[in-house]
């Protein structure tokens, strides 16, 4: 089977390093790396620590609009699945690289597999929710991290092909966390600290919404650690904020994926907009507060491990207060083996 995985961004290499690995024995894999993410700690780092192969293609396309960026990508990679036609391409996720490739894919010959279908947050203004519904509508292979999303795609009409997989990233986690066992992460921080990420486009387009966050952190009970997005770190530079958060929060710059770990496991809980950390919280045993009105990973909400409360100060600094002893884990999104049972599907289903 020849296959071409296509990422771009910080999450995406994560959970593409689970797959590649699996495929990599037995198949013959071409990594393409849009681009979409290009500083050394949001996108090399990943690749030497999780042992990704090198991309065969490295688009360049860097930050733009969401049109602009998402054009440049499909030129490329129609031009790319052209001349190589791999025989499925695989898709992660809900960025501007997984629509761009599921596009050039679907007008092709080539079938499309989507890892992570069926999440939805259901607000239309996110544009990773567009992302994500378009191209679960336009793949032949779908896998649904549970049980839930594989439901929401059959609300949708799409039924056929879907497979329940688990979720990649704890694949990913699993492999990490057996190789960090006990290591420290060599960052200076308190012995007890909220971890905190924030980056989602409502949340640094949105001033007010920045600055209530950034409010909350000054009022926690515990000092805050705050790896930055340089998106955020822009948003707070232009509005004046800049000073305040440095007050508010440890900021420092994005930490690789091992200390990343490290901190969530350590951190007494967890304040994020980030759709892979509330999973990553959940897994680690750290209550979650979720800085979004909604979620697509509603289970952890259920099972009591995750929080909602948007950008509310008050909100926010009562749910973190609140945030300690979650009742027992269920297995929500399987058990660390979901890149093997993926490729074994693909096996079965790619002509
Ligand atoms: C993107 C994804 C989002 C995902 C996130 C993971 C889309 C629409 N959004 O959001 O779903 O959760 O990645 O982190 O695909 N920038 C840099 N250096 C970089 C990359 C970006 O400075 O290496 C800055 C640029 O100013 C850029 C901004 O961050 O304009 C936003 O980058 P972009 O890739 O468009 O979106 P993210 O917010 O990273
Ligand atoms: N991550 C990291 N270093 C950081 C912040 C996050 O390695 O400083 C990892 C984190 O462990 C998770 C992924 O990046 O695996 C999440 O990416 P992000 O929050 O940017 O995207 P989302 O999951 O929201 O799409």
Sequence with gaps: MNVLSVVGARPQFVKAAAVSQQ????????????????????SEVFFEELALPEPAFHLGVGSDSHATQTAEMMLELERIVDDESPDVVLVYGDTNSTLAAALVAAKSSTQLAHVEAGLRSYDWSMPEEVNR??????????????QHAKETLAQEGISENV????????????????RL?????????????VLATVHRAKNTDDRDRLESIIDAFSQLHVPVVFPAHPRTVTALQEYGLWERATEAARVIDPVTYGQFITLVEDAVCVATDSGGVQKEAFYLDTPCVTLRETTEWIETVDAGWNTLVGAETSEIVDAVRAAVDPPAKPELYGNGNAAARIVEQLERSVR
């Design 181 to 193: 066992h006990g290591t420290e992460t060599g960052l200076d921080v308190p012995d007890e600290y």
């Design 23 to 42: 495929l990599r024995g037995a198949h013959d894999e071409l990594l393409v790396h849009t681009g979409q993410h290009y500083d050394p700690e949001l």
């Design 163 to 178: 497979f329940v997989s688990g979720d990649v990233m704890y694949d990913t986690l699993v492999q990490i966390s057996d």
């Design 133 to 146: 519904r378009l191209t679960d509508h336009c793949s032949d292979i779908l896998f649904a991290p549970g």
